[in-house]
């Protein structure tokens, strides 16, 4: 079985799927090590680790999720930093980031991409809930034109640091851009990607979906009700290569992923 899942990987590669670009969803057991804190009292490895999703509905279906604990001591620009994900390259197609956020105070969060052949962007929005998933897009089109291979996120960004936090960080990808016809030809979005028991995908107004794998069989069939966002259970599934095929508007578009 080990050997069979091992050659539907090899095949997925051959299909073009990048495990070093973004989307990332922190599913897999080393997708942490990506990404090196910094300003926390001395980078203690403790205070950043993987844990699992405390609040798996709702928004975020991920199993599990980025952990940073900022320290009382902690600078306010306390975050972290990763260079895993190749050159992230900023158009009129892909200028919005998303990233996911569940944290236990209200503060600026940030993104910045820096170290590449345009001006450092950086952006500061902040969270408006605690104790819950929270989905915070950045407008990087000051950046346009420009490809960057560092990604920089600040959970918790005060202007004057009080206190400490914990904060979960989750799906930071590249959003839809505004239009709905931009939203079709930028294609099904699907994460995580690799998925273990869970996935959402997103594309305008979904009337159903199929899924299929390797042979061409039907697993499993779903209706919406014009949704542009859902996520899917997957614990039925085996793990391997699948095909998803969504009805949208009288179209179908169709995307592949795997099944952990």
């Given at each position: ?8 990987l ?41 844990v ?24 306010p ?33 940030g993104m910045?991409?820096e ?7 950086e952006?500061?929005?902040p ?29 918790d ?6 206190t ?6 989750d ?10 016809e ?16 869970r ?9 159903g ?7 061409g ?20 599934l ?23």
């Amino acid at each position: 079985m080990k050997t069979a899942f091992t050659l539907l990987l090899l095949a997925v590669f051959a299909l073009g799927v990048n495990a070093q670009t973004l989307p990332e969803g922190f599913e897999t057991p080393d997708s942490d090590t990506a990404w090196h804190q910094f300003a926390n009292s001395g980078d203690d490895p403790e205070n950043m680790f993987l844990v699992e999703n405390p609040v798996i509905d709702g928004i975020n279906p991920s199993e599990t999720c980025l952990q940073l604990n900022v320290l009382e001591t902690a600078d306010p620009w306390v975050g972290a930093w990763a260079e895993a994900y190749g050159e992230i390259s900023i158009s009129a197609d892909r200028y919005m980031l998303e990233m996911m956020v569940l944290k236990d105070v209200i503060s600026n969060c940030g993104m910045k991409l820096e170290a590449g052949d345009g001006p450092n962007t950086e952006l500061k929005i902040p969270n408006t809930v605690v104790d819950e998933w929270e989905l915070l897009t950045f407008d990087m089109s000051a950046a346009m034109g420009y490809t960057y291979p560092r990604l920089v996120i600040f959970p918790d960004f005060p202007d004057t640091r009080e206190t400490g936090s914990t904060c979960l960080i989750d799906n930071i990808h590249f959003a839809f851009p505004v239009s709905v016809e931009d939203q079709r030809l930028a294609g099904i979005r699907i994460y995580p990607n690799p998925a273990a028991e869970r996935m959402t995908i997103r594309y305008p107004d979904m009337e159903g979906a199929l899924i299929s794998n390797v042979l061409g069989q039907t697993v499993k069939s779903l209706t919406f009700q014009q949704s542009s966002l859902e996520h899917i259970d997957l614990a039925d599934l085996e793990p391997g290569l699948y095909f998803i095929t969504v009805k949208s508007a009288g179209e179908t578009v169709s995307s592949k992923f795997i099944r952990e």
